[in-house]
């Protein structure tokens, strides 16, 4: 998906006002408030590793990511992590971690509820004992628009980067094109990069992770406005 947006991706996103070192110490406050002793930490679909960058300060930390691209851009910029290729709903690493994080509503990608339930598994078990789980959610159904509309834009050393997107929505669905126009000195390229993803409720991100045995927490605000779910696996 991220394959031609992927080396614009964090231009765009700082632009746009994206704190990953301040989102760090938030999810890192959360984790050590309720397993303090934690040193270990995977981040699933961890993308480009903005917020790996500065959870690797408080934690060990590894990564999982699905596209090609964004996995390129983390590896550049993270050398000696240990970031590996995988889907959130099958990944296996074969060992268990203090801290598992899916932020920035990655889990949202998750379009059927066999999904979501699968991807909420695989990371509960790759949670050690009274392990602390955190998922930002994507919007949930009531708070979804058909036919807004976005422009963004941002420039660094020789790149300017321009991008406007519209939303839809077919039922607990939506969709949403990003338009790019990206200019460097050799000329503009111009491309269009769809997302689809499902709008689950809170009650059914809920329930899916409580599924898996863990004791379940939901902070409407979060990082960003769009909440927190956290989970704190039982002890063995």
Known sequence: MYELSADVYDLMHRARGKDYAAEAVQVSGRMRARKADA???????CGTGGHLLHLRNDFSVTGVELDPSMLEVARRRLPGVELHAGDMRTF?????????TCLFSAV?????????D????AMARHLA???????????HPDQWFEGHVTADAASGADIAVARVSRSSRVGNISRFQFHYAV??????????????????????YGAAMRSTGLAVEHDPVGLIGRGLFIGVAPTD
């Open 92 to 100: 296996d690493l074969g060992r268990r971690f203090d801290a598992v």
């Open 129 to 139: 004992p009274e392990g602390v789980l955190v998922v930002e959610p994507w919007f």
């Open 39 to 45: 040193t270990s930490l995977l981040d699933v679909a």
């Open 118 to 121: 699968l991807a909420m598994a």
């Open 108 to 116: 949202g990608y998750m379009l059927r509820r066999e999904d979501l």
């Open 183 to 204: 200019a460097r000195p050799e000329g503009i390229d111009t491309f269009m990069e769809p997302h689809v993803m499902g709008l689950w409720t809170v009650e059914e």
